[in-house]
């Protein structure tokens, strides 16, 4: 059978199945399977093997229950990374790419002015001191790695990290950096900031000039030393719940802050996420998803946290849901950041906030 002929026989079986843009998918799974150019499938129209027949019946067989096209080719492109997923990680969207592009120019402005470049106002020796230290990056919820990986790909000169609380998606995070030689990025997993303490001190990346104050039974040689692992456990986890995480008891000056802190957090409100498609529902990870009964539970965690993480004149950059941009303004204001700027994305819904943390 000719490539175009089983074209239009993907196209047909489809169509019943509700799949928008059933012509394009169909092109896109031959052209998966024979790992050819647009260009080559309609101008050559090759002979399919009964191999590769096999192959394209089985993608289809996928398709038509729902599955994502993203997790039957094992990848979406996503700023010219070839970004892996799968089930158990979030697909990479256009809004997203939006918010890497937007994050990218934010930081091209920041470094132009530790450079001494891009501002009438000089700079202080310390505002100078600070900004030519390592830039440093923090991605939220980063799952698949997309964002962390992009911003990480243009600036090989910062450091990049980014957290998930699901060991699935960091695993995938971790296959994105090696497939795309990406060296200048970490992924841990972790609840929102909850790890930082433990990866930094275990990894030795707080500054030398910290003196960590006694945790338990543990001093700054006893972290380094110790197999246990104190700053990953959770409150709950810990018997005298009395007693701060190590970074809590730091000042902001001794802990290790960020230039910027980005995340496209879960935001589709609990009652909401049964009626979107079934590629959605029924197959990407609810976790990546939920952002609670209004979609909201992970600014209010994030936003207040965020600027103990922030160093002075840093950044914070958030997806939001469509209706929720009022909402995530007040929370910035009300938390003490400034500047917050709402963007649009390319269907004209307001889909990105930033806010600087001045203090």
């Keep these: 059978m000719k490539a175009l002929e089983k074209l239009l026989d993907i196209s047909e079986k489809l169509k019943p199945v509700s799949i928008g843009y059933a012509e394009k998918e169909s092109e896109l799974l031959i052209r998966h399977e024979l790992q050819i150019s647009a260009l080559e499938l309609f101008r ?3 002979e399919l093997k009964t191999r590769q027949l096999e192959n394209i019946g089985a993608f289809l067989n996928r398709r038509i229950t729902r599955e994502p096209f993203q997790y039957i080719t094992g990848y979406e492109e996503f700023m010219d990374l070839k970004i892996v997923v799968g089930p158990g990680v979030l697909i990479p969207r256009p809004e997203t790419e939006l918010m890497a592009e937007q994050a990218i120019k934010a930081l091209r402005s920041i470094r132009l002015v530790s450079e001494g470049q891009g501002s009438s106002s000089p700079c202080t020796q310390a505002q100078k001191t600070e900004l030519n230290s390592s830039f440093k990056i923090l991605d939220l919820c980063t799952g698949s790695g997309c964002l962390a990986l992009a911003i990480a790909k243009e600036f090989p000169d910062f450091e990049v990290y980014g957290t998930d609380i699901s060991e699935t998606a960091i695993e995938y995070a971790h296959r994105n ?31 030398s000039n910290v003196s960590f104050p006694l945790v338990g039974n543990l001093s700054e040689e006893g972290l380094r030393t110790s197999p246990m692992r104190i700053f990953a456990r959770s409150r709950s986890d810990r018997s005298d719940k009395s007693r701060p995480y190590a970074h809590e008891l730091l000042s902001k000056s001794q802990l290790l802050t960020f230039d910027l802190i980005i995340s496209n957090p879960p935001y589709i409100k ?27 539970d992970f600014y209010r965690k994030l936003i207040p ?17 469509e209706g929720q941009a009022r909402d995530v303004s007040d ?29």
């Design 305 to 321: 946290k965020a600027a103990h993480f922030l160093k002075k004149d840093g950044l914070i950059m958030l997806e939001i849901g």
């Design 44 to 46: 050559d129209n090759p």
């Design 331 to 359: 929370m910035l204001e009300n938390s003490g950041y400034e500047m917050i700027d709402v963007i649009t994305d390319y269907a004209g819904i307001e889909r990105i906030i930033k806010a600087k943390w001045t203090r």
């Design 270 to 296: 609990t009652d909401d996420i049964k009626n979107l498609q079934p590629e959605i529902k029924d197959w990407e990870p609810a976790i990546a998803l939920d952002g609670g009964k209004d979609g909201m």
């Design 177 to 207: 950096a090696e497939s795309n030689k990406i060296a200048n990025v970490e992924f841990i997993a972790g609840d929102l900031f909850e790890p930082l303490p433990e990866f930094f001190t275990i990894t030795n990346k707080l500054t």
